[in-house]
């Protein structure tokens, strides 16, 4: 009899044969990153991303994006970002996408190219890429290329919301105070 690999199976074999040190260092991480203490920081998650972990490479673009205890690398920033977003993680996915759109284009990137990864970290049910998609898309946040759509914002704050965002109520009103009821019952309708 052969075994058939389901992915249930699959999951449960990686459970039992990845060893868990793969993500050792990440928690580690964040405890020193919150006490300030950026060069163990660094090492831990360092070790944690070398191992795979996607969460510890959007850590270090933190760490290497604001110059938390080493030299400010931007650039570096930008390609543990692209790569942990490439790989599907959706904290990677909103930053890399934010990294191309002003204010915070210091690459001088193309802004059109932010606005996709965006959506597939709002796909991915992060709030907060949908609140951004939601500011972009009623004109609060001037991106080049990007047309004011009140309805789609209107639709993103709501599914932000839904996320737990928690400026969406706040937004939605000041929005709505913006909409004719038109744009908002085609909003509604299809939220």
Request: charged content about 20%; hydrophobic content about 45%.
């Amino acid at each position: 009899m052969r075994l058939k690999l389901t992915p249930l199976l699959v999951a449960f074999l990686l459970v039992l044969f990845v060893p868990a040190s793969s993500y050792a260092g990440y928690d580690e991480g964040v405890q020193a990153l919150k006490s300030k203490n950026y060069a163990l920081a660094l090492e831990q998650f360092s070790e944690a991303a070398d191992a795979g972990n996607l969460e510890a490479s959007v850590a270090l673009a933190e760490i290497y994006g604001r110059g938390l205890g080493v030299k400010r690398d931007i650039k570096k920033a930008f390609d543990l970002l692209s790569n942990a977003a490439r790989q599907g993680n959706s904290s990677a996915q909103r930053d890399f996408g934010l990294f191309h759109l002003p204010p915070g284009n210091e690459l001088e990137l193309d802004s059109s190219e932010g606005i996709p990864w965006l959506l597939k970290a709002g796909e991915a049910g992060d709030a907060v890429a949908l609140g951004y998609l939601g500011n972009i898309y009623s004109g609060m946040l001037m991106v080049p290329g990007v047309e004011v759509n009140k309805v789609k914002a209107h639709i993103f704050f709501h599914q932000a919301g839904q996320r737990g965002w928690k400026h969406a109520g706040a937004s939605i009103w000041m929005l709505e105070n913006k909409m004719t009821k038109s744009q908002i019952k085609e909003a509604k309708s299809q939220e």
